[in-house]
């Protein structure tokens, strides 16, 4: 594997260091991302100060009383000093003083993320966590997706933020999208909530950061933030039943007639399984296994054939079609836009 | 009454044992309730298994040296991590201090054993027993199913991941028990400490003589007592939900995950301090000892390490920012943590305070220690950030945690245990280690540290999670990935060198002698290695630095002793 990249991989590598990361939390793109950054540069210039003050000394006295060859032998032992109450004391408060003031910023942060007024547009996503990918259900606008999700671009002059509501179907996770906001555990038996309010159009990228099992590593978040005339049509369009294209019949019914449907839902169709993510519109997403890799033609079939190609330890099973009835299918979800 | 230290007989040799069949040997180890044999053990050990979580740790920096890497898979990838976290905390960290403890606390204190000999092998052997077990997984992890796995749970196991329908098979019970009897070791020792060091203590030590060392092991002990009450019973919880049904975490059945992760980290954050009190009490041994000054301070440490351990009980929920404990609790647990730093920092200002003014000698030791003070700077500073609860909603679970607490557990912890081992090696075997060796290891290893774990926070700041297998190649964390995995192999050649310095040494070393840096404690008044019975005569001591006392008779500590402390009491004792 190392050889396999090679010297071209290795200029890749170079170069990726200076490209802007699509995850930074330095480049905060929504509300909650950008108080939390304003919060951290303070706390980075008053911990950046102690530990130029701290290590200076500690440089200082490392130099100046080392033990020297002109000591003579180090017979002489130093001035044993044992202790001096007001300097400790000194050393004592001054910490004391400077907690006191980070906290009280700290405090005004947590309180303006988590209390924070909910405007009455606001849209509501419920986010469900399951083993290894994202289900999001807009309960007011009747549409339910998986690992892309689609809120609107906010912005100042007409706020207009996302609430997620979470929890999981099955272990931890954790929904993280460096860019706009900081993370928020999903868990079973457990519902709670976090807002995004991305300030541009553009897609933002994270993924699940509480370790929930072998896939752990490729269940990731695209989160598409769209301008609210794209978002409407993007809603309209998620409304409308799957298309039933009579060329891919035969692919259509290889999934019908296959255990397909016991976890996944197709509306308009017998497909009403709820165990995997919702077909209903999969052709037109831009990716597949959450997030893996992209949707082509070729990634679904080798991804149908089994899944296990690009995330080991998926739980979908192999589904052992011929080569034949893979191609149907693929066609088949291919159509599914 | 002045300090009485009877000359022990000069030993320039180190006595002439026998030699003995290596059965005769191996029937001495298993057969001892000497303290010192019993500390060996515990380190040797933690050693052992120093390599192996090490070794894990090498294969997961291989396999995330460069994005979608297929040098392990997923499966053996998560079961590396958990093995790492889990033997590291519990088979390393806790054996090794507790190895030092046991074979320092009773020569610092002047007693000829532990207070409970016999307890004392009782919970070295079931400690001992738990990493076999846990290692044992490997063969019988899934039972029936033929081929072992290791556990793959995480080493704080959150559940409901732990529950039978998304952990088949017996490798979680493997993780379960092991804990548990390991439990049962770290109780039985810490109660050891404590009933050695209240009742055992040579005439003329008062508390307010006891060596810091000694002190900081009473607190980490008390700590010890605390925390594992409440993991032994989350996994007995769990074990019951496993297999007799009960639903505590069993989330599908109206159990409570988060109930878990309070259990988990009440016991877990006191056990980041049962770790890091330790380092702290041999800084505070070594680094006077190499300045040539006492301690500076010595009630204020005192005070920080009890407050330390006495705050460490209520900061436990920092671990749980983002698990939604609502505005409240992230409130509260931010200042709980945050005022952690104020002991903190005492000791760090008075180590500093004690280098000021000093000779200070850059032996190997030293330099690891001064490699700790720095270090431990940076791991307080970088714990300051994380304890801002919007902050940690970035940071926490990312590989910027990651990359802070190895700041503490090698940065610090190892660090000052490196420092511990080139400062009583010759205590322990009667031979030094080589200095040259030493201070190789010690600037091969500062290089792969920094490399490795200064540059791991970047990629946590730029987004990437922990305990991912691999990585998506777009997100920039390549260079970084590479780096801090190429750190990793020069800390793997450092500790080789270190494993070769400490055998060479034990066969070739230079004669140590009893005394070798010129110390102030007990133990240096015995032979090197001590005889069994520790000291002929139990001495008596009227100062925290006895030898001093014994080496400067125009400028005893005592003197100084009466000015500070309470002369009317002093007065009594006759001085």
């Keep these: ?337 | 009454m002045a300090t009485q230290i009877p000359v022990n007989e000069v030993h320039d040799q180190i006595a002439q044992v026998p030699r003995r069949l290596w059965l005769e040997v191996l029937h001495g180890c298993v057969t001892t309730v000497d303290h010192k044999k019993i500390g060996l053990m515990y380190i040797g050990y933690a050693l052992i298994f120093l390599v192996i979580a090490g070794f894990e740790a090498l294969l997961m920096r291989i396999q995330l040296a460069i994005p979608n890497n297929h040098f392990v898979s997923p499966e053996v990838f998560n079961g590396l991590f958990t093995m790492h976290g889990t033997t590291m905390v519990f088979f390393v960290g806790m054996p090794i201090l507790f190895g030092f403890g046991n074979y320092l606390i009773p020569l610092m204190i002047g007693a000829r054993d532990m207070a409970f000999p016999r307890l004392n092998a009782f919970s070295f052997w079931i400690s001992a027993f738990a990493g076999f077990l846990l290692y044992f997984s490997y063969i019988g992890g899934s039972g029936l199913y033929g081929a072992g796995s290791a556990p793959d749970v995480g080493w704080f196991a959150y559940a409901p991941l732990t529950a039978r329908v998304f952990s088949p098979g017996h490798s979680t019970d493997y993780w379960t028990l092991a804990l548990l009897l390991t439990g049962i070791g770290s109780i039985g020792t810490a109660l050891n400490i404590v009933a050695t060091i209240i009742c055992m203590r040579c005439p003329g030590m008062k508390m307010s003589r006891l060596p810091l060392l000694p002190w900081i092991y009473l607190v980490m002990s008390g700590l010890t007592f605390v925390a594992i009450g409440p993991l032994t019973a989350a996994q007995i919880m769990l074990m019951l939900d496993r297999y007799v049904g009960s639903h505590f975490f069993d989330t599908q059945a109206g159990g409570s995950a988060v109930l878990w992760m309070h259990f988990f980290w009440i016991f877990g954050h006191p056990e980041v301090y049962i770790l890091v009190l330790p380092a702290f009490a041999f800084a505070n041994e070594i680094i006077p000892v190499f300045s040539r000054k006492a301690i500076f301070g010595y009630p204020a440490m005192v005070a920080a390490s009890v407050g330390i351990g006495f705050i460490s009980l209520s900061v436990w929920a920092h671990h749980m920012f983002t698990v939604g404990l609502g505005p409240g609790g992230n409130t509260f647990f931010t200042l709980a943590t945050m005022i952690i730093s104020v002991p903190t920092g005492i000791k760090i200002f008075n180590w500093l305070a004690t280098l000021w003014g000093g000779k200070i000698q850059f032996t190997a030791s030293m330099m690891f220690a001064i490699g700790f003070l720095f270090q431990f700077l940076i791991a307080g500073l970088t714990g300051i950030m994380l304890s801002v609860a919007p902050f940690d909603w970035q940071l926490g679970n990312s590989y910027f945690v990651v990359a802070h607490f190895h700041y503490v557990l090698v940065g610090a912890i190892l660090f000052m245990i490196f420092s511990a081992f080139y400062y009583w090696f010759p205590k322990m075997t009667g031979r030094m280690l080589s200095e040259r060796l030493g201070k190789w290891h010690f600037w091969l290893f500062v290089i792969g540290f920094h490399l490795t774990f200064d540059l791991m926070h970047v990629p946590g700041l730029l987004g990437m999670p922990r305990r991912i297998y691999t990585y998506e190649a777009d997100r920039g964390w390549m260079i970084w990935n590479l780096l801090v995995s190429s750190g990793a192999i020069i800390q793997t050649v450092a500790t080789l060198l270190f494993v070769y310095n400490m055998v060479w040494s034990y066969f070739k070393g230079p004669i140590a002698g009893p005394d070798p840096w010129d110390a102030w404690t007990l133990e240096w008044s015995t032979p090197s290695p001590p005889p069994s019975y520790n000291f002929a005569e139990i001495p008596t001591v009227a100062s925290r630095r006895p030898l001093w006392d014994l080496k400067h008779p125009e400028d005893p500590d005592f003197d100084y002793e009466i000015e500070q402390g309470s002369p009317q009491q002093t007065k009594k004792e006759g001085a």
């Design chain 1, 1 to 337: 594997m190392f050889a396999s990249q090679g010297w071209s991989g290795f200029a890749a590598i170079i170069l990726s260091a200076f490209i802007a990361d699509p995850t930074n939390i330095f480049a905060p793109a929504g509300t909650p991302a950008r108080s939390i950054f304003s919060l951290s540069m303070l706390v980075l210039s008053i911990t950046a100060a102690i530990f130029l003050i701290v290590a200076g000394i500690l440089a200082y006295v490392l130099v100046r009383y080392r033990a020297r060859a002109s000591d003579g032998q180090g017979e002489q032992e130093p001035p044993q000093i044992y202790g001096s109450n007001q300097i400790e004391l000194s050393w004592t408060v001054i910490p004391i003083l400077i907690v006191v003031m980070l906290f009280l910023a700290t405090t005004r942060v947590i309180y303006t993320t988590e209390h924070a007024q909910r405007p009455a547009n606001a849209l509501d996503v419920t986010v469900v966590g399951h083993q290894f990918w994202w289900e999001y259900r807009y309960p007011q606008l009747g549409v339910v997706t998986a690992n892309e999700l689609h809120v609107p671009v906010s912005d100042h002059a007409h706020p207009l933020p996302s609430y997620l509501t979470m929890s999981s179907a099955d272990t931890d996770h954790s929904f993280w999208v460096p860019r706009l906001a900081g993370k928020m555990d999903l868990i079973p038996n457990k519902v709670n909530t976090m807002w995004i309010d991305p300030e541009t159009k553009g897609l933002y990228l994270g993924q699940c950061a509480q370790y929930c099992g072998v896939q752990h590593a490729k269940m990731l978040i695209r989160v598409y933030a769209d301008t609210p005339q794209e978002f409407t049509v993007w809603v309209e369009h998620q409304r409308q039943p799957a298309v039933d294209d009579p060329t891919v019949a035969v692919g259509r019914d290889v999934f019908m007639h296959n255990a397909c449907i016991s976890c996944h839902t197709i509306r308009g169709t017998v497909a009403t399984g709820r165990f995997g993510p919702d077909l209903t519109h999969v052709g037109g997403r831009e990716t597949i296994a959450s997030g893996s890799v992209p949707n082509t033609p070729a990634n679904l079939r080798e991804f149908i054939d089994d899944p296990a190609n690009f995330k080991p330890g998926a739980l979908m099973p192999p589904m052992h079609l011929d080569s034949h009835d893979l191609d149907a299918v693929t066609a088949y979800l291919t159509t599914l836009k």
